[in-house]
């Protein structure tokens, strides 16, 4: 649950950058009884699975994606340019050392 609660917070860290900045660390957040603390907004994200991948882009992120892998087909057209150059990790899901080679601060 711990992760949940974390991969949670996170994912809302990237996905709302200017929120991320706005927001003073180190951040607690407490839900379900657990509290998480972030010192501070993910810069590097290896995103796992072609959804995550077209979410980071769509929302300008490319600029922090370190990684990708298990991409189930070619980006959609609209994303094709953002994501031209994305490191490719593994065709199917990377191992947890290629992984962290990446040095990522979020895993998405």
């Known amino acids: 649950m ?3 609660a974390a991969a949670a917070l996170l994912a809302s860290l990237v996905a709302f950058p200017a929120a991320a900045a706005a927001a003073s660390y180190p951040l607690t957040i407490k ?3 657990m509290a998480v603390t972030v010192d501070k907004a993910p810069e590097r ?4 699975k072609s959804t995550a991948t077209e979410m980071l882009l769509s929302l300008g992120l490319a600029n922090r994606i ?3 892998g298990f991409q189930d087909g070619p980006l959609p057209d609209d994303l094709a340019a ?4 994305l490191k490719v990790l593994a065709d199917k899901l990377p191992s947890q050392e290629v992984v962290l080679e990446t040095e990522p601060d979020f895993i998405y």
Do not use: E, T, Y
């Open 82 to 85: 953002a994501g031209a150059g």
């Open 45 to 48: 994200v290896v995103a796992i």
């Open 2 to 4: 711990r992760l949940v």
């Open 31 to 33: 839900n379900c009884g």
């Open 66 to 68: 370190v990684g990708v």
